[in-house]
């Protein structure tokens, strides 16, 4: 089963509306992380932002926001307000800090987000 | 510049040769990644180092791979006998220990690996 799943391929949204990606995660570990990683077409993988699973709130970066929903695993990506320059791909990614395997992160397959002007 | 550096960013190369790429972490993290992303996938682990000590290898890590990180500073990872497969981009990342799951990890810009 896949650690991290990311249901849409690819998104268009017009600019300025909100944009909601979606992810999904399966782990038995209490504790872990959860990233979203926003990847232009250079490549470099940029960090977004970051929810613990014990943090009761909800994360939040400037124009970013994590719905977290633990009981259901998910934790999707919000983004307001959307610009032309958020055209990108969009990881999910997990850290386990206690089960076996890498001690690195679990991608997802990504969405590729298109804003439209 | 203080972030993740990598080097070369593009390498295109003949199958059977080999290649050499290198990663510059943030100075002041003592965990170092790689990872290998192809076309249409996320990133998949490779391996990661706590100082100089290569702590874990992925199975995606066959012996024409090795990876170093000699003062525990800068890394290499070289690749023998190239094949296509081989063909995708390499990611270096740095973090701080793990003490918890937050430590958040950064990544450089990736070298780009072409076999022909």
């Known amino acids: 089963a896949q650690k991290i799943t990311q249901t849409q391929p690819g998104m268009f949204v017009q600019e300025k509306e909100a944009v909601t990606l979606d992810c999904t995660y399966d782990?038995?570990?209490?504790?872990?992380?959860l990233f979203w990683y926003k990847q232009p077409s250079s490549g470099e993988m940029i960090f977004l932002i970051y929810?613990?699973?014990?943090?009761?709130q909800n994360a939040t970066e400037g124009r970013y926001s994590l719905n977290f929903q633990k009981a259901r695993k998910s934790a999707n990506l919000v983004i307001s307000a959307s610009q032309l320059g958020d055209s990108a791909m969009y990881f999910c990614?997990?850290?386990?800090?206690?089960?076996?395997?890498?001690?690195?992160?679990?991608f997802g397959k990504g969405t590729h987000l298109i804003i439209q002007p | 510049d203080t972030g993740v550096s990598q080097d070369p960013r593009h390498k295109i190369t003949k199958r059977g040769q080999n290649v050499t790429f290198r990663c510059d972490p943030i100075?002041?993290?003592?965990?170092l990644y790689w990872y290998r992303q192809t076309l249409g996938q996320g990133p998949e682990f490779l391996t990661y180092?706590?100082?100089?000590?290569?702590?874990?290898k992925s199975r995606l890590l066959s012996d024409r791979f090795s990876a170093e990180r000699p003062k525990g500073s800068f890394s290499t990872l070289e690749i023998q006998r190239t094949e296509q497969g081989d063909s995708a981009m390499y990611l270096c990342?740095?973090?701080?220990?793990?003490?918890?799951?937050?430590?958040?990890?950064?990544f450089g810009e990736g070298s780009w690996l072409t076999v022909v």
């Open positions: 990614a997990m850290r386990e800090v206690s089960g076996g395997g890498a001690d690195g992160l679990t």
């Open positions: 929810q613990g699973s014990y943090d009761e």
């Open positions: 180092f706590q100082n100089e000590a290569q702590l874990e």
């Open positions: 782990t038995s570990d209490q504790s872990y992380g």
């Open positions: 990342a740095s973090s701080f220990s793990a003490g918890d799951s937050g430590n958040t990890i950064y």
């Open positions: 100075s002041e993290h003592n965990r």
